[in-house]
């Protein structure tokens, strides 16, 4: 949470210095899943929030960094319901630090059409299975960084306000177990990748 505030201040601070430069505050809701875990559907929701920095390049394109906080994972919703084979499969929860580096092409005075890159260094995260938590200190699942490519879609609802949505996808393993399958001559297991969409609102300061 430190380094939100501090990238909030400099926002602020860049906001109010610097006519061609903007910022402002991300709030929204992330559902997520995990591709590889045998699970299927955008069932894990979790919490989106941050900050923004942009400049304009053109009158026709932008750049954006973002620094956000972000809940990813995926849900079994029959993990308690023994009547159905999904109930063995895992629970994955997962919070990053994730800073999205965005070019934005502006399709009309409201619409922005957005994609670029995001590296997330991981928080914390933990397995569930049919008994519980898998402790992390016994066993560790995952990476401490998750890189990937996202695509979104920015509409200015009012002067400070513009709803945005994404989708993005991890370009490498997020499991370190999966990593070393990978690299290892065992070429069925293809590794597990956070898949992510993601609705927020933009409040420009």
Do not use: W
Request: glycine content about 10%; some cysteine; overall charge negative.
């Amino acid at each position: 949470m430190k380094i939100l505030l501090t990238i909030l201040i400099c926002v602020c601070s860049i906001n109010i210095h610097a006519q061609n430069f903007g910022g402002g505050l991300i709030l929204g809701l992330s559902t997520s899943q995990v591709g590889g875990d045998n699970l299927a559907g955008f069932n894990k929701a979790g919490l989106l929030v941050g900050a923004y920095g942009n400049k304009s390049i053109s009158e026709l394109l932008s750049f954006q960094m973002e620094m956000t906080f972000i809940q990813k994972g995926s849900n079994n919703p029959k993990m308690n319901d023994a009547e159905h084979s999904n109930y063995l499969k895992e629970d994955i929860s997962s919070s990053y630090i994730e800073v999205p580096l965005l070019l934005q092409y502006h399709q009309s005075n409201k619409l922005k059409i957005e994609g670029g890159v995001q590296l997330a260094y991981l928080i914390n995260g933990y397995y569930n299975d049919i008994n519980g938590e898998i402790p992390t200190y016994s066993v560790n699942p995952f990476i401490e960084y998750d890189f990937g490519l996202l695509l979104g879609i920015d509409y200015k609802y009012s002067e400070n306000i513009s709803l945005n949505t994404r989708l993005s996808n991890s370009i490498l393993p997020i499991g370190a177990e999966d990593y070393d399958a990978v690299n290892s001559y065992n070429s069925s297991r293809k590794g597990k990748y956070n898949s992510v969409l993601s609705f927020a609102i933009h409040y420009n300061l």
